[in-house]
C-alpha cells in the first residue's frame, strides 16, 4: 500500500524539476509534440495549430524619458564645528557659570581661574633679570680689565726676551714674564665666562618670565568660535586641573549633511553640486557639496560626503537624521512596473521584450532609482515592448502575440 504514495512522489518531484530546470528543454518538446500532432490532423487544422505555438502575453510600450539622475542616501546632520574647551593650568574657578544652550562670541569668557601666587611669581622673576642685567657691567669691566692686564704682560714679555738675547736680563725675568702673560689670558678667560654666565642668567630670568606670563594667560578661558553652549561651563568655586573640561561649545550655522555614497555612484558626486535633504522631523533643506572624501571606509567600502546648508534659525539639531539627494546630470530612462523585472540564466536583471519579429528577447538593465508608480531603468532602446505579464513563460526566440497596456504617466 506505501508503494503507490511512492511513485507519486517521484512521478510529482520528476515534473516539478523539468518545470523549473528544464523548462526550455520542455518548451521545445511540447512544441515539436504539436508539430507532429499536427502533421496527423487533416489540412484544416494546419492553421489551428500553427496558432497554437504563439503564447500570449501583456506588453508596454515604454518610451524613454529625461530625468535627473539624484544620487539618493542617507546621512545625519553635524555641527559644523564641535570642541571641548579645557584647562591648561590649575586653579580655582572664580567666574559665574555660563548655561548650557546660551550663545557665546569668539574671546568671550568662559571660565576664570583665580590668579593665586602667580603674580608673586612674575615679580620674583622679573627681579631676577634685572639682577642679571645689572651684573652686565661688572662682567664687562672685568673682561676689559683683564684684556688691558694681558696687553701689559705681552710688553713686558717682549722687552724681557730681548733683553735677555743681549745678555742684559737673566732667563728668570724671562721666565717671570711669560708666567705672566699665561695668567693674564687666564683671567681674560675667566672674564669671557663671566660675562657669558651673565647672559645666560638674563636668558634664564627672562624665560621664568615668558612662563609665568604665559601661565597667567592661561587663566582665562575664551571661546575660540561664536556658537552654543551645550554644557554648562565649569562652576564657581571648582578646582580645575589641566585637562578638565570648562565647556563645549557647537557652531550650528552653518550646519553640515554627512552621508556615504556606495563606490558605484562616487563619480556621480561633485563639488559644488546642488542637494536638498529631508530631515526626520519633516523639514527641507538645500545647500551644495563642499567635500567629497577621496578614501573609501574599510568596512563599508562608502565615501563620506559633506553639504553645506544655512542655518540662521538654528532649528537645526547637531545628529538629526537625514535623507540626502544630491543632484548629478540627467539620463534617459524607462519607467516599468517592478514586476516587468526577471532574471535570465546567467542571474542577470531585465526584462523580456517583444522584438520586430515578435519574438520574446531578453534585454539586461541597470536600475537608477526606485519610485512610487515603478522603478527607472537604463539599458533598453528609445521605444520598447516590455512584456510585463507572461515573461516568465517565454525565452529567447518564443513568439508571442502582444496584448498592449496603456503606459502610465
Known sequence: MKLIPLITAILVTGFLYFLVFEREELIAFAQTSETEAADDTPESSEEAAGL???????ALK?????????????????AARSVEVRAQTSGQVVSEPLRKGSYVTADQTLCQIDVGTREASLAEANARLAEARARVPEAQARLDEAMARLDEAKINDNAASKLSEGGFASETRVASAQAAVRAAEAAVAAAKSGLQSTGAGIQSAEAAIASVQKDIDRLKITAPFEGLLETDSAELGSLMQPGALCATILQL???????F???????????????GARLSGGQEV??????????????????????????????????????????????????????????????????????????????????????????????????????VIGQEYVVDGVAVEATFEEPKQ
Open 261 to 275: 555614497v556606495p563606490e558605484t555612484d562616487v563619480d556621480r558626486v561633485e563639488i559644488g553640486a546642488l542637494a
Open 286 to 387: 538645500q545647500g551644495r557639496v563642499t567635500f567629497l572624501s577621496r578614501s573609501a571606509d574599510q568596512t563599508t567600502r562608502t565615501f563620506r560626503v559633506e553639504i553645506q546648508v544655512p542655518n540662521a534659525d538654528l532649528k537645526i539639531r547637531d545628529g538629526q537624521t537625514a535623507e540626502i539627494i544630491v543632484a548629478a546630470d540627467g539620463a534617459k530612462a524607462h519607467l516599468l512596473p517592478q514586476s516587468a523585472l526577471t532574471l535570465n540564466d546567467d542571474g542577470d536583471l531585465g526584462v523580456r521584450i517583444v522584438d520586430d519579429n515578435s519574438l520574446a528577447q531578453f534585454r539586461a538593465l541597470s536600475l537608477l532609482r526606485d519610485a512610487s508608480e515603478g522603478v527607472w531603468v537604463a539599458g533598453l532602446p528609445e521605444v520598447a515592448d516590455v512584456i
Open 62 to 78: 515604454s518610451e524613454a524619458r529625461q530625468i535627473d539622475s539624484a544620487v539618493i542616501m542617507r546621512g545625519e546632520t553635524e
Open 52 to 58: 497554437a505555438k504563439i503564447i500570449r502575453v501583456f
Open 253 to 259: 550655522d552653518p550646519m553640515k549633511l554627512v552621508g
